[in-house]
């Protein structure tokens, strides 16, 4: 995205459209000359950069186009202040020290500078450079992550692109695959929308910066961020209806698609992010929702429900809904709707999108500052809990839990024990598990009490009596621990199970020191 001031566009018979740089010789020779004068900026000061692209303007290019491409690549620059003291401390000094002595002539200013610097502990040249190495044009390239033409030429175009949805009042789009990208774009920059289910895909309608009374530049910049996760779909399109203030406040119209601008843009729509330091740049939001899922993996994760950000879109009659989470255990998933502040419209087209969603077990933690009672007719519908400043999260463990316990329950109640045969001299819970189809845990409480015959239950194993028999024979023929319990695990017993092997067959250990090589085995004569 590029400052308001730099947007080149084209305005005829009620409709607006960028003007977008074809990638052409022409084209291709002014982005490779700026790009080259970049990286021979590096080690140098800002403002020797700045007067070589102002060489440029000054030939006769586009000073908005020349200054957009520079605008990209700045952003790819890390730039530093060199000075061996704090320049704004050095200033204030300087000149306080330059007002009580009355320096005027040249001799006298330098009689400042000399007792300036040598209270600040640094010599007068280096004084003299601190006193102005802040300012822009005396910053110094110290890193830039350069990158071709052809691909600075598509960036811009895009650019292009998300500066005029920065001034729109609505902007509805559409786009076929990619929508989980899209849904997660769109929910991370915290963007009102509404979704109606096409087939395929989605139509969806974002409510535009400019329809807002406040967040205006905050708002435009995330709405902006969303087109690269659009345009990385094989097709979309985007309408826009964009306020032109400086036309008297007229409304005109702005439509693409992925055939208009083919070989325009940024090859896949993903805007590489580089921070201010020319490196590459990540990072979570921080929001309430990443407060909560900080707080619920430090303090819960042991549970085993894993928590994902913004999982998939579920349909809710005809919109979707994107919750921005779910916790999931044993296949089965709770889903996580956080109500931050919204205008009052978009609050009610949550609420009916909510209780449209039939067989979703739903937590909503809304917001006090909300009117919170249009909530509660959902309480049939889902959990829902009330905030002030971070998610509480006692009801949502007790809420897994429950939940949890009725799952467990409910697949140990299917088991029939009866069904289960089983076939070799190991079989493992989880071997069972997978053939019904439920979680282990669900299978240990179902067979908690089953006595198949020809089998006995150890630990997680079912062992044919056979083999006990023979690992009993073996075992009756050797004295140390550790060769019993290599006996029992080659036989293809897990090494978690080895030792309650012993225990079934009646045998104990006996420490006659620390080592384990020490550790004899005994069997009781009861049990010989």
Request: with cysteine; net charge neutral.
């Amino acid at each position: 995205m590029l400052p308001s001031n730099l947007l080149r566009a084209r305005i005829s018979k009620g409709k607006i459209r960028p003007a977008y740089v074809s990638v052409d010789p022409e084209a291709v020779a002014l982005a490779v000359r700026i790009i080259d004068d970049f990286k021979a900026g590096l080690g140098k000061k800002k403002g020797e950069l700045l007067e070589k692209l102002k060489e440029i303007e000054d030939e006769g290019q586009d000073f908005k186009l020349v200054r957009g491409m520079s605008t990209l690549l700045e952003r790819r620059c890390r730039f530093e202040v060199e000075s061996e003291t704090n320049p704004m401390a050095a200033r204030m000094a300087t000149f306080e020290a330059a007002s009580r002595a009355k320096a005027a002539s040249s001799d006298e200013t330098k009689a400042v500078i000399r007792s300036v610097s040598t209270r600040l502990g640094v010599s007068p040249e280096a004084l003299e450079r601190a006193l102005f190495s802040d300012l822009e044009d005396e910053l110094m390239m110290r890193g830039f992550v350069p990158l071709s033409a052809e691909s600075l030429i598509k960036r811009y175009n895009l650019s292009l692109m998300q500066t005029l949805l920065f001034k729109s009042l609505r902007v509805e789009f559409t786009a076929s695959g990619n929508w989980k990208n899209i849904f997660r774009e769109v929910k991370r920059q915290g963007l009102m929308y509404s979704v109606e289910e096409q087939r395929p895909g989605y139509r969806v309608s974002l409510d535009g910066p400019l329809s807002l009374f406040k967040f205006t530049e905050r708002y435009g910049t995330s709405i902006a961020k969303v087109l690269p996760r659009i345009v990385a779909s094989e097709k979309w399109s985007v309408k826009a209806e964009i306020l032109a203030r400086n036309r008297g406040g007229r409304v005109y119209a702005f439509e693409t698609d992925s055939e208009e601008v083919d070989g325009l843009i940024v090859a896949g729509g993903e805007e590489e992010r580089v921070d201010a330091g020319g490196r590459q740049a990540s990072g979570f939001d921080s929001t309430v929702e990443e407060r909560f899922a900080k707080a619920f993996l430090t303090s819960y994760g042991s549970l085993g429900w894993a928590l994902r950000r913004e999982p998939e879109p579920l349909v809710a009659g005809a919109h979707v809904l994107i919750p921005d989470f779910s916790l999931e255990k044993h296949a089965e998933k709770v889903y996580l709707e956080i109500v931050g502040f919204w205008t009052s419209e978009y609050l009610e087209r949550k609420l009916s999108k909510l209780k449209s969603i039939e067989g979703v077990d739903m937590i909503i933690a809304a917001d006090e500052s909300l009117a919170c009672s249009r909530l509660e007719r959902l309480r049939d519908k889902a959990e829902v809990i009330y905030y002030r400043r971070d998610v509480p999260l006692k009801p949502i463990v007790e809420h897994l839990k429950e939940r949890e316990g009725s799952i467990l329950r409910a697949q140990a109640g299917g088991i029939e024990k009866d069904s289960i045969v089983l076939r070799g001299d190991i079989v493992t819970l989880e071997d069972i598990a997978k053939k019904k189809g439920v979680s282990l845990d669900a299978v240990g409480l179902a067979l908690q009490d089953f006595k198949p015959a020809g089998h006995a239950r150890v630990g997680n194993l079912f062992i044919s009596e056979a083999k006990l028999r023979e690992l009993d024979e073996r075992l009756s023929k050797i004295e140390k621990l550790t060769e019993a319990l290599a006996i029992i695990e080659s036989s293809g017993v897990r090494e978690r199970e080895a030792s309650k092997v012993l225990d079934v067959l009646g045998y104990t250990s006996v420490w006659a020191g620390m080592a384990m090589d020490e550790v004899r085995i005994s069997k009781s004569a009861a049990r010989r």
